[in-house]
């Protein structure tokens, strides 16, 4: 299972940007799925997660300006974030719980990061 982020980048502080995840490989189900983030010589912190039947929860520090959402039969989870901050330049990675095909039990995944720059 690979699990392959898209859409960071540079913008200015208010602006907006989506992250996008695409899971491959043979999956049988996904589970919970989630955003997390590292600034440089901070630790990982969660971003978002939202469970297979939709239920989202949110860090603090980015509640009512960012959304996460996701479409199983694409097996996909985004991240739409608005009114960026300086403070939420880090990279980006998503990470999610899979059924795979043949094995009999769940594991975890996470992708690579993607790189968010918000200018002041």
């Known amino acids: 299972v690979q699990l392959q982020a898209s859409g960071g980048g540079l913008v200015q502080a208010g602006g907006s940007l989506r992250l996008s995840c695409k899971v491959f490989?043979?999956?049988?189900?996904?589970?919970?799925m989630s955003w997390h983030r590292q600034a440089p010589g901070k630790e990982r912190e969660l971003v978002a997660v939202?469970?297979?039947?939709?239920?989202?929860n949110y860090g603090d520090s980015v509640k009512g300006r960012f959304t996460i959402s996701r479409d199983n039969a694409l097996n996909t989870v985004d991240l739409q974030m608005n009114n960026l901050k300086p403070e939420d330049t880090a990279d980006y990675f998503c990470?999610?719980?899979?059924?795979?095909?043949?094995?009999?039990?769940?594991?975890?995944?996470w992708g690579h990061g993607t790189l968010v720059t918000v200018s002041s």
């Open positions: 490989g043979k999956i049988n189900r996904a589970y919970n």
């Open positions: 939202i469970t297979r039947g939709g239920t989202t």
């Open positions: 990470n999610g719980d899979f059924d795979e095909y043949g094995l009999g039990f769940t594991s975890n995944y």
